[in-house]
């Protein structure tokens, strides 16, 4: 156990349909960072969050959207779901520094159909 | 900018063999670099870091990595490879920063056979 949770592990929804994924970082860090992964774009960075705001911004689709709770849980919300949207997202943790590495979460695996 | 290439989707080797798995990086800061390891169904489990300091590396398993600035280069290494080590490895790149993120390369699977 990381001490970064994931919810839900897994999650099967039709297309045009909007979820909403839930990560709790490790007791004491920070920042959390979403990361897409899937076969054909790798691990992709999509968004990170600091102590309940926005600090930086990377492959993010406009349908996608997140926010971090002042209890430090985030939540990464998928609108309009897309076939190719298909893909494991990961949640990671860490402290003030987070040049100094992540703590990854054990992922949401989406399955669009 | 930073970015990372690992050379070789896969790398298929004989167990006891010698491990190496190739990463170069591009930085236009100093770079913090790391491994990580990905078992199927599993997320990113961090093998191993340089930050700043000694530039041969000890992580976990048995694997290290030696960060070399004049080949921009972070290869990661174990001398014997066991079956247990099969899996997936990432290569990734930040810099000292405190809202620094990571790139990661594309990933090498690490095929391990009897």
């Known amino acids: 156990d990381s001490g970064v949770t994931q919810t839900p592990k897994h999650l099967i929804t039709a297309t045009g349909q909007r979820v909403t994924l839930r990560c709790s970082p490790r007791?004491?860090?920070?920042?959390v960072y979403w990361y897409q992964q899937s076969l054909d774009q790798g691990l992709q960075f999509l968004i990170h969050?600091?102590?309940?705001?926005?600090?930086a911004k990377g492959n993010i689709l406009e349908r996608f959207s997140a926010q971090q709770f002042p209890d430090l849980h985030s939540e990464l919300n998928l609108s309009s779901l897309e076939l190719g949207d298909s893909a494991l997202y990961f949640c990671?943790?860490?402290?003030?520094?987070?040049?100094?590495?992540?703590?990854f979460g054990s992922g949401t695996r989406l399955t669009v159909v | 900018a930073q970015s990372v290439t690992q050379l070789g989707s896969h790398v298929s080797v004989s167990e006891g063999a010698l491990v190496l798995l190739r990463c170069n990086y591009s930085?236009?800061?100093?770079?913090?670099l790391f491994w990580y390891v990905q078992y199927p169904n599993q997320g990113l489990q961090l093998l191993l870091k340089?930050?700043?300091?000694?530039?041969l590396v000890k992580g976990i398993n048995g694997f290290e990595a030696e960060f070399k600035k004049s080949e921009t280069s972070f290869h990661l290494t174990k001398p014997s490879a066991h079956m247990s080590d099969a899996a997936e490895y990432f290569c990734?790149?930040?810099?000292?920063?405190?809202?620094?993120?990571?790139?990661f390369g594309k990933g090498t699977m690490l095929l391990v056979s009897p």
């Open positions: 990671a943790s860490s402290g003030v520094d987070g040049g100094a590495g992540y703590t």
């Open positions: 007791s004491g860090d920070l920042s």
């Open positions: 969050y600091y102590n309940g705001e926005e600090r």
């Open positions: 930085s236009s800061v100093p770079p913090y």
């Open positions: 340089y930050t700043t300091g000694a530039t």
């Open positions: 990734a790149v930040s810099h000292f920063s405190g809202y620094s993120t990571l790139t």
